[in-house]
Every structure is written in C-alpha cells, then in structure tokens.
C-alpha cells in the first residue's frame, strides 16, 4: 500500500448550507475501492432527506457532515434537488443498499477485506451468510452488533483496535442515522480504512425488511413504502423532516427566482431602465 497517495474526490454542491456530493454509482465504488487499496482513511455517507434536513437545521451536525470525503445523494429528492441547482445531470440516485452490494463485489473482485458494525447479532449472521453466498470470495474479516448504549472510552479502543488490526479496507457502518454518522465523523482518523454509513442496508440484505418496488424508488416514494412497514417507528421522522425539506427546498427556489430576477434588471442597458 502507498499511504502517501490521494484519491480525487468527485465535486460537491451546496443544498442548504450543506455539501452534497454530485455523484454516480460507478464512480463511488471506484473511489472507495482505490481509496482502501493504497490505505486512505476517509468517510463517505448516503444522504437520504431526513439527513439532509438534520443537517441543514442544525449547525454542529452540518460541520459534521461537511467534513465527509464523499456525502452521495441517496435519497431521490436529494438527487432532484442537485440537478435542480446545480444542473448535475444525474440519472440515477447512489441508494444505500444497492451500493453496499456492488461495493462487496468489487472488493471481492479485488482481494478488498470488510468489516461490518451494527445493527444486532441476528442480523448480522445472516447478512455475513448472504455476502457470503453472493460472493463466496469476499474477505469478512469481521463482523459485530454494538450494544445498544454509548461505549465506554475502553470499549471504544477495542473496537478501533479491531477493525485496524482486521485489515479491513471498508468498514460498513450500519447502526442508522445519525449515530453511524458520528460514529465515522469521531474515528475519520483513528480507524484505518474506508467507513461507508449505509444505515438500512443491514437489515434489506440479511433478508429481515423489505425493499421498496423499484417504481416507488425512482419516483421517490420509499418513504411511503418504508411508513407503511414501519408506521409506528418512521411517521414522525418522514411527517417532519418531509416538511421540512419541502419548505427548505421553496425557500431556495423563491432565493434563487429573486437573484436571477435581480441579475436580469442589472443587465439592462441604462437607457431602457430610464426609459421605463
């Protein structure tokens, strides 16, 4: 590994105060790949709306988010939004658990070991069964469910201690937002490979929820398919952070209508303007 070599990051663009990367799936796996082949740390995160809102409303949670390498559009809106104001041109989203599944056949590929950390101990024996099966030789150089408490400062170095000396080039974080989130944010230097947040993908790959009918994902009603699996768990998040995202986003529409607009009037020639 030569550890003093950079991957180029792709670009990012400002939504709401917040740095989102304009991004494909191909070339995330491609970075992150590159990126654990010559021993770069780095955090990448896929950002849904709930996260985009999160961050958007609260400052120390967006200086966390802004400090990612690689904060790709998961959500559809998200995506939307990119191409909106920023003319993007992206064609497809970078959905979470689609992602992690063709990032685990491109490290088995390329001889890339993981480590998975999170959700519970039943989810993960499954989901290292089903990896497995998918790609028999894909390297799970380890594989763990957290408790369900903050970690002592002990436990915390063992866990670090464990996933350095795994050897482990990605480490799949899969303990939900935004405690994955800070949980990569904390350990961008101390833990020695590349963390990706990939929240539900966990659970979606070891079989124990469903996932949304691609037509309701690429009109972005996933939402509406998760509320109705999880109605007691989910509504709150998707009532608010929905609304939110929805009033942040015509706020910057009406922003960007009066800047174009103000932009138009200091364009035209003084004769005209006096004219009028």
Not at 47 to 68: C, I, Q, R
Not at 121 to 130: R, S
Not at 136 to 162: H, N
């Amino acid at each position: 590994m030569i550890a003093s070599t950079r991957v180029k990051l792709p670009r990012k663009y400002d939504l709401h105060g917040v740095k989102v990367t304009a991004t494909t799936y191909e070339e995330v796996v491609d970075c992150c790949i590159a990126m654990a082949q010559c021993g770069q740390s780095a955090i990448v995160d896929l950002m849904p709306v709930h996260g985009l809102v999160s961050a958007a409303t609260d400052e120390s949670y967006m200086k966390v988010m802004n400090a990612f390498d690689i904060v790709a559009p998961d959500g559809q809106p998200v995506r939307w939004s990119l191409n909106f104001f920023h003319r993007t041109h992206l064609a497809d989203r970078v959905y979470g658990p689609a992602l992690t599944y063709r990032l685990c056949e491109a490290a088995a590929l390329n001889g890339v070991p993981i480590y998975l950390y999170g959700s519970s101990p039943e989810v993960i024996e499954k989901l290292c069964a089903n990896l497995m099966h998918a790609f028999p030789t894909l390297q799970i150089v380890g594989a763990e469910s957290p408790p369900f408490r903050p970690l002592t400062p002990e436990e915390d170095q063992q866990v670090i201690d464990r996933i350095n000396n795994s050897g482990a080039g990605l480490v799949f974080l899969g303990t939900g937002c935004p405690k994955q989130e800070l949980f990569a944010y904390r350990h961008r230097h101390s833990i020695k490979g590349v963390q990706l947040c990939v929240g539900a993908a966990f659970d979606f790959h070891a079989g124990v929820k469903k996932v949304a009918p691609e037509w309701m994902q690429k009109r972005g009603l996933e939402w509406l398919f998760r509320l109705t699996q999880e109605p007691k768990r989910l509504w709150k998040r998707y009532f608010i952070y929905n609304s939110r995202f929805l009033w942040l986003t015509a706020k910057a529409m009406l922003t960007k209508r009066r800047a174009s607009e103000e932009a138009i009037f200091e364009e035209e020639p003084l004769t005209t303007r006096e004219a009028a």
